[in-house]
Structure formats: C-alpha cells, structure tokens
C-alpha cells in the first residue's frame, strides 16, 4: 500500500501548515469576511476551504494561493523562497566553484 502524505508529512512542516491555516482564518474574520465568502471568491466549496483554516496538506498549494490573494496577500507566496536568500543553496553553488579556472588553447593552423 501507497504512504499517503500524512503518514509521511513531517510533524514540524505539520504544524507549519496548521499555523499557515490559522493565520489565514485570523486574517479573513479581521477582514469580517465569512467562510463561505471566502469560498466564493476562491471558486471551491465551503468544505475545502474549512480544510485550508485547518492547515490540511492534502488542499492543493493552488487553493492557499488563492485564499492569499482573496485575502490580498497574494504576493507574499512569492517570497516564501527567494533564491536570492537560499543561504544554504549559495553555499552549495561557492564550494561547487572551480578553483582555478583556466582557457584552453587552441592549436595554431599554419
């Protein structure tokens, strides 16, 4: 039998989601919008975003990129990771760096 994402969802990515999910419903009752309002302007089911307040992995990220953008933080998911940033990411490509680089010749045509 196939793991299914919660078997294998780490518990900390977990409750990143779950935060992720709360914060979206904090930001939607502050904005005085129901949740079926919010379903609406996102085109999905009342149900599906109840999932999304709860954090639940299985919502595609296309549905919480549309509950941001419904709430007006649409943009904010474009720097969830900015390669600029990636600190991690430029260390690898500076020990990837050759450390001495040089020209090949070509030979002389006579």
Do not use: H, N, W
């Not at 409750?15 to 919008?33: F, H, M, P, T």
């Not at 919480?64 to 600029?84: K, N, P, Q, R």
Request: hydrophobic fraction near 40%; charge should be positive.
């Amino acid at each position: 039998m196939k793991a299914g994402i919660l078997d294998v969802l780490p518990a900390r990515t977990r409750r990143s989601l779950q935060k992720l999910g709360a914060d979206i419903s904090v930001a939607r009752r502050r904005r005085a919008l129901t949740v079926a309002m919010m379903a609406e302007r996102m085109g999905v089911s009342k149900s599906t975003y109840s999932r999304i307040e709860k954090g639940d992995p299985t919502v595609s990220v296309g549905a919480y990129a549309m509950a941001l953008f419904a709430l007006g933080l649409g943009e904010v998911l474009g720097e969830v990771l900015d390669a600029s940033r990636d600190e991690q990411g430029l260390a690898l490509a500076e020990e990837s760096l050759p450390k001495r680089v040089r020209v090949k010749r070509t030979p002389r045509s006579s």
